[in-house]
């Protein structure tokens, strides 16, 4: 999976892309290579999937990845979407983000606002509580769930 990995990306970057998630779901009716990709900024549409697509199917082919069929699924990762890796939680900074804790500090059990710090040990989302600034500093390992979200 890791040559797998090496190859799409650099099958991404002629297009401004990185890989977001590469799943590998071979208990399918036909296996699926689900390859979820973004830009710098999050703006996917239909056209960069289809030429992200084209350019990841030929590399495929040429490479001759696997000889079992499968279907090759690109796509957005999604305006909300998990980020389930350290690298995913720092490439969503300055983005609007919920984030559920494990144990809540200062009764506050989850959290919606602007994700302004990360680092390994934690995070910082700045908030606003009846129109009061608030920042809320989490420590990772405090961290259920975290996922961008959209502002309403």
């Known amino acids: 999976m890791d040559n797998l990995r090496q190859w799409i990306e650099e099958a991404l970057e002629q297009y401004g892309c990185r890989l977001y998630e590469l799943e590998w779901l071979p208990d399918e009716p036909t296996a699926i290579l689900r390859v979820s990709v973004e830009k710098p900024g999050g703006t996917v549409d239909l056209d960069v999937c289809t030429l992200c697509s084209d350019a990841i199917s030929a ?5 001759d990845w696997n000889d079992k069929e499968y279907m090759l699924e690109v796509c957005s990762p999604g305006a909300e979407r998990e980020l389930k890796t350290y690298e995913q939680i720092e490439g969503a900074l300055h983005s609007y983000v919920y984030v559920k804790l494990k144990d ?9 606002g602007d994700l302004i710090e990360v680092s390994p040990d934690h995070i910082v989302v700045a908030y606003k509580v009846k129109g009061r600034p608030k920042k809320a500093e989490i420590d990772m390992e405090n961290i259920s769930l975290i996922m961008t979200a959209v502002k309403l």
Request: glycine letters at 8%; aromatic letters at 8%.
């Open 59 to 63: 590399m495929l082919d040429e490479k």
């Open 104 to 112: 809540p500090k200062k009764g506050i059990d989850q959290v919606f």
